[in-house]
């Protein structure tokens, strides 16, 4: 069955980077987009970046640009989520999902946490 598994997630202070990593099981992972989401508490779940079957094809919401990198590594059948500059407000449980088969899979989420 599909599954996905999220790691990476911690305490950072504000400024600072992490690196989220998405490991993908039950699947053919290359011949599907990948997406990261995140949800902060009392919110609603909000996409933050996607990526196309390699890494051509990349979209990001305003509120990341520039700071974070989606990535994809077909051979290890994961996608990363490059996080720099981090901000308060990038605060939230991350997940990866993909789609395919008419449904939605998520992973089980990771949480960030940006204090200082």
């Known amino acids: 069955q599909v599954q996905l598994v999220e790691s990476g997630g911690g305490l950072v202070q504000p400024g600072g980077s992490l690196r989220l990593s998405c490991a993908a099981s039950?699947?053919?992972?290359?011949?599907?987009?990948m997406t990261w989401y995140r949800q902060a508490p009392g919110k609603e779940r909000d996409l933050v970046a996607s990526?196309?079957?390699?890494?051509?094809?990349?979209y990001y919401d305003d509120s990341v640009k520039g700071r974070f990198t989606i990535s994809r590594d077909n051979a290890k059948n994961t996608v990363y989520l490059q996080m720099n500059s981090l901000k308060t407000e990038d605060t939230a449980i991350y997940y990866c999902?993909?789609?395919?088969?008419?449904?939605?899979?998520w992973g089980q989420g990771t949480q960030v946490t940006v204090s200082s």
């Open positions: 999902n993909t789609h395919l088969g008419g449904s939605d899979y």
């Open positions: 039950g699947f053919t992972f290359s011949h599907y987009g």
């Open positions: 990526i196309g079957l390699d890494d051509m094809l990349a």
